[in-house]
C-alpha cells in the first residue's frame, strides 16, 4: 500500500501541492517566499528538461537558451508590440517550441559528446544574440519588464508570485507526470534503455525525441517568461552557459527522470548560494566540490535514491 | 552498504538543512543595536574585479568608521552578499536585505543589470539605495530612493569630445567592448558627439573575451582622414586594444575610458600606453594633486588605506565604493536618525560632499549630483600618470 | 593584400592559442573518453601561476616550470579523487563532474591568487615583426612553435611509442587492454597528467598575448573544445587544423564582414560540421555499439 503510494502520479501531486501550500505559514518573512518563487520557476524549467534527459535520454547543454526567449518575449512583448504579458508568455512558447522543432531534427541525430557541444553551441549562440542585438533586447544590461495586470490586479510582491509560480509548476508537475505515462512517454523511455531495440520494436525514434526536444523548449521559455516577469527584468546571461548548465545540474542531482527530482535538485542549487553566504569568497569552490561529490557518490539523484531507501524500508 | 552511504547523505542533508535555517533565521544577534546597511556586490564572477575593490572597500570603510566609535554612538553592521553578477541573484539578495535583515540603507550594486534588477526592492521597501554601476538609466529618470556615484558615460564622452573638439580632430574611428560598460559608453558618446562637430568614420567591437583585435584595428588603419581614436571598454578588452594598436604601428592618439582608470591598465599594457589619454577621478594622481586642491585630503586618506590593506593599487570602482559609503553614513549623520525617508532625504540634499570621485552635490531632479569637472584628463607617460587639463 | 596578410597573422595567433588548448582535450578524450572541462583551467593554472611565481621572485622560468608540475598535480588529483571513483558514469555525468571541478578549481584560484587580470613578459621582445605591409608580434611565432612542437611530440607519442600504443589500446577497448597486460588505472592518470602539462604549458606562452585571470578558463575551454572537435575529437592533427580553422574564421569575420558575432563563429562552424560530418573533419567512421 505504502510502496504503492510512493509510486503513484497523484501522490507526486498532492505531496508538491502540500509543499507549497504550507511554506507561507512557515515563512519567517517574504525573503523566504522570493526564494521560494525562484525554486519553483526553475523546477518548471528542470522539469522539461526531465522530459528529455530523464525521460528521452537526449541532453541539452544549452537549454537556457530557450528561457531566455521566454523571458524576452515576455519583455520585448508589451514594451515594442504592446501585447499583454499574459499573451507574451504564450506566444514565447510558441517561438521556443517552434525553433527546437525547427534545430532539433539535425541535432538530436548527433549522439553522446557531439549532441552535448551542439546543444551547447546552440544555447551560446541564442545568449549572444540577445546580448548583441541591443536594440531589439537592450543589450548586455538586459531589458526591464513592465509591471504585469491581471484582470485589473497588479502583480508585485513576493507573496504574489509566489503562488503564481507555485501554480504554474503543479501544472507543470501535473502535465509532465501525464506525458511521462502517456504512450509517448512509454515510448521516450523505451528509447532512452536502447535505441535500437526501440526502433526496432517500431517506434518512431526522431519523432518521439523531437517531441521531447520541443517539449523541453517550451517548459523552459514559459519558466523563463514566469521569470522576468517576477523580476521586473531579464539579462542576457539569463539564457548563458552556465545557466544550462545550472538546469542540467538541478535534473540530474534531484533525479533524472523524476518530477519530484527536479522541484528537489532546483530547491538545492537555489538555495545554496543563500546558505553558502557565510563562506564568502569559498562560495564558488563549494558549489563545484558538490556539483562533483553528487555526480560521483549519488549517481542516481536524491530523490530516487530516497525512494529506493524508503521502499526497502517498507518491505 | 549501499544503504549506509546513502543514509550518511542523507544525514548531511539534514544538517545542511539545519545549517540554512539557522544561518537564514534571526541570527545576528548583536549588542548595542548595530546600524544596519547592506550592500550587494559582484565580488565573483565576470565583473569580479570591479567588485572585489567595491567589496574591500566597504569592508575596510566600516572596520575603520566602527574603529572611530561608530555611527550615532552604536556600531555599524555591513551585511554583504555576492551576486556573482546574476541579476536574479542580486534582486534574491536584496529581498533579503529588505525583508530579513532589515538593514536600513543599501550601497552596492556593482554592474548595470545587477542594480537594475535591486530597484524596484528598494523602492517598494522605500530603502534608500546608491548604486555604484554607471549607466545612466539608474538615475535618469529620478527614483524616490535610488542614487548612484559614479560618473554616467555620457560626462566621460564629453570630457573626451572636449579635449578632441580643443586638438581640432573632427573624425575619429571607435572600437568598443561589447560588454554592458562598452556599449552604454558607446551609445551615451554617440549621443552627445554632434555637439562637438565630431563624426565616427569606423565603429567597430570587440567580444569581452577577444584576445585579439588586430582585425577591427587594421580597419581603422586603413580608413583615410581619421585623426584620433576613441576606445569605450573595461576589463582586459582595452590593454590588448592598446598593443595591438601598438603593434599596427597606429600612431593616431588614443583615448582610453574612464572604465580603465587604474594602474592595473598600465601594467597590463606596458609601453603601449605610453601616449594614451583617458578622463579619471582625482583618485588615479592622488600625490600629483596641487596642495590645495579640495580633494587631496581624502584622496590621499583612502588611497593610503586601501593599498595597506590589500596590497594593490586604488582603482576607480574602489572609489564609488568609499563615496557611496561615506555619503550614506553622512546622510544617517544629518538625519541623526537611521529612519529610512530621513536618511533619503537628508541624501538628497547632500551639498558639496567632496569625496574620491569628485564633488557632489544632489537635488531632487539629480541623484548623481557629478559634472564634468570631476573628471580630469590623464596622459600616460613613461608608464604614469600626467594631469593634461582640469 | 597587407590587410589580407595581417587578417591571416590574426587568425594564426588565435587559431595557435585554440590549437594548443584543443591538443590538451584529445589526449584524455584517446585514453578515457572523457571530455574534460577543466582543460581551459589547466591553461589557467599555467598562466596564473607562473605570474603569482615571478612575482614572488622567482626566476621566470623555473616559474613557469613550477605552474607546469603544479598543473600536472592537479590534473593527477582530478583523475584520482573525480574522474576514477566515477568509472561508469555516462557521458553527461561525467561533463558534469568536470564543470564541477572546473568550478571548483575557479573557486579556489580566487581565493589562492586573485580576481584581476594579469600579463606575463613576451618571450622575445614586443618589436612586432613586419612581413609585407603586415606585422606580426615575435610571440604569435612562439604560440606557432610550440604548438606544433606539441602537435608532432603528441603524435611521435601516440603513434611511434608502446606507451601510446598502450594508450590508444585503452581507449579502444579497456576489458581487452587490461587482458593483454596494460594497467589501465596509470595509463588513465599519465592521460590526465600530460593533458595538464599541455594545458599548463599553453597558459605560459599565451599569456603575454590573451592575458589571463582566475576565470579564462572557461573561454578556453569552450573555443578548445569546438576546435578540437571541429578536427574530430580525438585527432592530434585534428586539434591543430580545428583551431587554426576556427581562428582564421574569425578573423576574416571580424575583418572583413562584422565583429558582433566573432564568438558565434566557432559555435556556427561546430553546428554546421556536426550536421554534414557528424564525426568532425578527421574523426573516423565508426560504427555505433549497441
Given amino acids: 500500500m505504502a510502496a504503492k503510494l510512493l509510486n503513484s502520479r497523484l501522490a507526486t501531486l498532492v505531496f508538491l501541492a502540500i509543499i507549497i501550500g504550507v511554506i507561507p505559514y512557515l515563512a519567517p518573512s517574504a525573503f523566504y517566499l522570493r526564494v521560494a518563487a525562484v525554486v519553483w520557476v526553475f523546477a518548471l524549467a528542470a522539469l522539461g528538461l526531465t522530459v528529455l534527459m530523464g525521460y528521452a535520454g537526449q541532453v541539452s547543454l544549452g537549454h537556457a537558451g530557450f528561457l531566455g526567449i521566454g523571458g524576452y518575449a515576455v519583455a520585448i512583448g508589451p514594451a515594442q508590440f504592446g501585447l499583454h504579458p499574459a499573451l507574451c508568455l504564450l506566444i514565447g512558447a510558441v517561438i521556443a517550441g517552434v525553433l527546437a522543432f525547427l534545430v532539433g531534427r539535425p541535432i538530436l541525430k548527433l549522439k553522446g559528446y557531439y549532441l552535448a557541444i551542439a546543444t551547447l553551441g546552440f544555447g551560446v549562440i541564442l545568449s549572444l544574440v540577445f546580448h548583441s542585438e541591443s536594440q531589439w533586447t537592450g543589450g548586455p544590461d538586459g531589458m526591464q519588464v513592465a509591471r504585469v495586470t491581471l484582470f485589473g490586479w497588479r502583480l508585485s510582491g513576493s507573496a504574489n508570485w509566489y503562488w503564481v509560480t507555485g501554480g504554474a509548476l503543479l501544472i507543470g508537475a501535473w502535465l509532465a507526470l501525464n506525458i511521462g505515462a502517456s504512450p509517448t512517454g512509454r515510448a521516450l523511455k523505451a528509447l532512452h534503455d536502447s535505441e535500437v531495440a526501440a526502433a526496432g520494436s517500431g517506434i518512431d525514434v526522431s519523432a518521439k525525441k523531437l517531441a521531447a526536444f520541443v517539449i523541453g523548449a517550451v517548459y523552459a521559455a514559459v519558466a523563463g517568461g514566469l521569470l522576468a516577469a517576477m523580476n521586473g527584468l531579464i539579462t542576457p546571461d539569463a539564457a548563458g552557459f552556465m545557466h544550462s548548465i545550472e538546469l542540467v545540474a538541478m535534473v540530474i542531482i534531484g533525479g533524472l527522470g523524476s518530477v519530484l527530482g527536479a522541484v528537489v535538485g532546483a530547491a538545492f542549487l537555489v538555495v545554496l548560494p543563500q546558505a553558502l553566504t557565510f563562506m564568502h569568497d569559498y562560495e564558488q569552490a563549494v558549489l563545484g566540490f558538490l556539483i562533483m561529490a553528487f555526480m560521483i557518490f549519488l549517481p542516481a539523484g536524491i530523490v530516487p535514491t530516497v525512494r529506493k531507501w524508503l521502499l526497502e524500508r517498507l518491505s | ?390 | ?290
Avoid at chain 3, 37 to 63: E, R
Avoid at chain 3, 104 to 113: D, E, L, P, R, T
Avoid at chain 3, 133 to 140: E, V
Fill in chain 3, 1 to 290: 593584400m597587407a590587410e589580407f596578410l595581417q587578417l591571416v597573422f590574426s587568425g594564426l595567433t588565435v587559431g595557435a592559442v585554440y590549437a594548443l588548448v584543443a591538443l590538451g582535450f584529445t589526449l584524455i578524450y584517446n585514453a578515457s573518453d572523457v571530455i574534460n572541462f577543466a582543460q581551459g583551467d589547466f591553461v589557467m593554472i599555467g598562466g596564473m601561476g607562473t605570474v603569482f611565481l615571478a612575482a614572488a621572485g622567482i626566476a621566470l622560468p623555473l616559474a613557469a616550470l613550477m605552474a607546469i608540475v603544479g598543473a600536472v598535480i592537479v590534473g593527477l588529483l582530478l583523475h584520482r579523487l573525480a574522474i576514477e571513483p566515477a568509472r561508469g558514469a555516462s557521458p553527461v555525468a561525467l561533463i558534469m563532474i568536470t564543470i564541477g571541478a572546473s568550478i571548483f578549481i575557479k573557486g579556489i584560484a580566487q581565493v589562492v591568487f586573485d580576481k584581476q587580470f594579469h600579463s606575463l613578459p613576451a618571450f622575445s621582445g614586443d618589436t612586432p615583426i613586419q612581413v609585407g605591409g603586415a606585422t606580426i608580434l615575435p610571440q604569435s611565432l612562439w604560440v606557432m612553435g610550440v604548438a606544433l612542437g606539441l602537435f608532432v611530440a603528441l603524435y611521435l607519442f601516440l603513434e611511434k611509442t608502446l606507451l601510446g600504443k598502450a594508450l590508444l589500446a585503452t581507449a579502444a577497448n579497456r576489458l581487452a587492454a587490461r587482458l593483454v597486460g596494460v594497467n589501465v588505472t596509470i595509463i588513465l592518470a599519465l592521460a590526465f597528467g600530460v593533458s595538464a602539462a599541455i594545458g599548463a604549458i599553453a597558459g605560459v606562452v599565451v599569456t603575454p598575448i590573451t592575458l589571463t585571470r582566475y576565470d579564462v578558463g572557461t573561454m578556453f575551454a569552450l573555443k578548445g573544445f569546438a576546435a578540437a572537435m571541429v578536427g574530430g575529437m580525438g585527432n592530434p592533427l585534428g586539434a591543430v587544423v580545428g583551431g587554426l580553422l576556427i581562428g582564421l574564421l574569425e578573423a576574416f569575420g571580424a575583418g572583413y564582414i562584422s565583429s558582433t558575432y566573432k564568438d558565434a563563429v566557432a559555435f556556427v562552424v561546430i553546428l554546421l560540421v556536426l550536421f554534414f560530418l557528424p564525426r568532425g573533419l578527421f574523426g573516423g567512421r565508426s560504427v555505433e555499439r549497441v
Fill in chain 2, 1 to 390: 552498504m549501499r544503504t549506509s552511504v546513502t543514509g550518511r547523505w542523507a544525514l548531511r542533508a539534514v544538517a545542511l538543512a539545519a545549517a540554512i535555517s539557522t544561518s537564514l533565521g534571526s541570527s545576528f544577534a548583536l549588542a548595542a543595536d548595530p546600524v544596519k546597511i547592506g550592500s550587494v556586490v559582484s565580488a565573483t564572477g565576470p565583473a569580479a574585479f570591479l567588485g572585489d575593490p567595491e567589496a574591500k572597500t566597504l569592508k575596510l570603510y566600516v572596520e575603520e568608521l566602527n574603529k572611530k566609535g561608530g555611527l550615532l554612538g552604536r556600531p555599524v553592521e555591513l551585511v554583504l552578499y555576492d551576486d556573482g553578477g546574476d541579476a536574479n541573484k542580486a534582486k534574491t539578495f536584496a529581498t533579503r536585505l529588505v525583508e530579513d535583515d532589515k538593514v536600513v540603507a543599501m550601497v552596492g550594486g556593482t554592474t548595470t543589470g545587477t542594480t537594475m534588477a535591486m530597484i524596484p526592492v528598494f523602492e517598494d521597501a522605500k530603502v534608500p539605495f546608491i548604486s555604484l554601476a554607471g549607466a545612466i538609466e539608474i538615475i535618469e529618470p529620478v527614483r524616490e530612493f535610488v542614487f548612484k556615484t559614479p560618473h554616467t558615460d555620457k560626462t566621460a564622452c564629453q570630457k573626451i569630445f572636449e579635449d578632441m573638439k580643443a586638438k581640432g580632430f573632427t573624425k575619429i574611428g571607435m572600437i568598443s567592448g561589447t560588454d554592458g560598460f562598452g556599449k552604454s559608453m558607446r551609445a551615451q558618446c554617440l549621443k552627445v558627439i554632434g555637439d562637438y562637430g565630431i563624426t565616427v568614420l569606423v565603429d567597430e567591437n570587440y567580444g569581452a573575451s577577444d584576445s585579439d583585435m588586430t582585425p577591427q584595428l587594421n580597419k581603422i588603419k586603413n580608413t583615410a582622414g581619421i585623426q584620433a581614436v576613441l576606445n569605450p571598454g573595461f576589463g582586459q578588452g582595452p590593454a590588448i586594444v592598446t598593443r595591438n594598436y601598438a603593434q599596427l604601428g597606429i600612431t593616431l592618439p588614443l583615448y582610453e575610458s574612464h572604465g580603465v582608470a587604474s594602474k592595473s591598465y598600465v601594467d597590463l599594457a606596458g609601453p603601449a600606453a605610453d601616449g594614451v589619454r583617458l578622463p579619471a577621478p582625482a583618485l588615479l594622481v592622488a600625490d600629483k594633486l596641487a596642495a590645495d586642491d579640495r580633494q587631496k585630503a581624502v584622496v590621499m586618506e583612502y588611497k593610503t588605506i586601501y593599498e595597506k590593506a590589500t596590497g594593490q593599487p586604488v582603482s576607480t570602482f574602489g572609489g564609488y565604493a568609499f563615496d557611496g559609503m561615506q555619503l550614506m553614513v553622512k546622510a544617517i549623520e544629518t538625519a541623526k536618525s537611521t529612519d529610512p525617508q530621513k536618511i533619503r532625504d537628508a541624501l538628497e540634499n547632500t551639498k558639496d560632499y567632496v569625496g574620491v570621485t569628485g564633488i557632489y552635490t544632489m537635488s531632487a531632479k539629480d541623484h548623481l549630483g557629478l559634472g564634468t569637472d570631476s573628471f580630469r584628463l590623464l596622459l600616460i607617460k613613461g608608464g604614469d600618470w600626467v594631469i593634461e587639463g582640469k
